[in-house]
């Protein structure tokens, strides 16, 4: 229980700063050319999704860490659902919306995302080896 504790902490902290970085330090002048983005955003949504994202992804990785082992193996798991979760934003937004660039929205999308699924990994991995519970043959879903 520790680990996942843990792990949503490290998932809230990495997504809030990466992703707040990006939005409010980094690519302040591509969001602000995209009419469809809020001036004033209204910030608990945002939260709110991060916690919702942080419990789901590691309730998962702990079910499947036996193949997700390690260091390598929570980036790589983190890697695998942070494209599921990132295609969404960095594809199918601009094709709904009136974005000056698709290819520009897409690279910034996905850039922040690819950043912030590689952190988390890389503390996923580290906090599972550290604080998690052994995982044992069978129980997670593995044969």
Do not use: C
Not at 32 to 59: C, D, N, S, Y
Not at 86 to 95: D, G, M, N, W
């Amino acid at each position: 229980m520790q680990a996942h504790i843990l792990s949503v902490v490290a998932y809230f902290i990495v997504t809030f700063g990466v992703q707040a970085a990006n939005h409010f330090v980094i690519n302040t002048a591509h969001y602000a050319r995209e009419k469809i983005i809020a001036p004033e955003p209204v910030l608990w949504g945002g939260l709110a999704v991060i916690v919702i994202q942080g419990v789901i992804l590691t309730f998962l990785y702990s079910r499947l860490r036996s193949r997700f082992a390690g260091l390598t193996g929570g980036l790589a798991f983190s890697l695998v659902m942070g494209t599921f979760l990132a295609s969404y934003i960095a594809l199918t937004e601009p094709s709904k919306y009136l974005i000056s660039s698709k290819l520009e929205w897409a690279l910034v999308e996905a850039g922040a995302s690819t950043l912030q699924f590689a952190i988390f990994g890389l503390a996923l991995g580290l906090i599972y080896a550290k604080f998690g519970t052994p995982a044992v043959e069978g129980t997670d879903g593995s044969r």
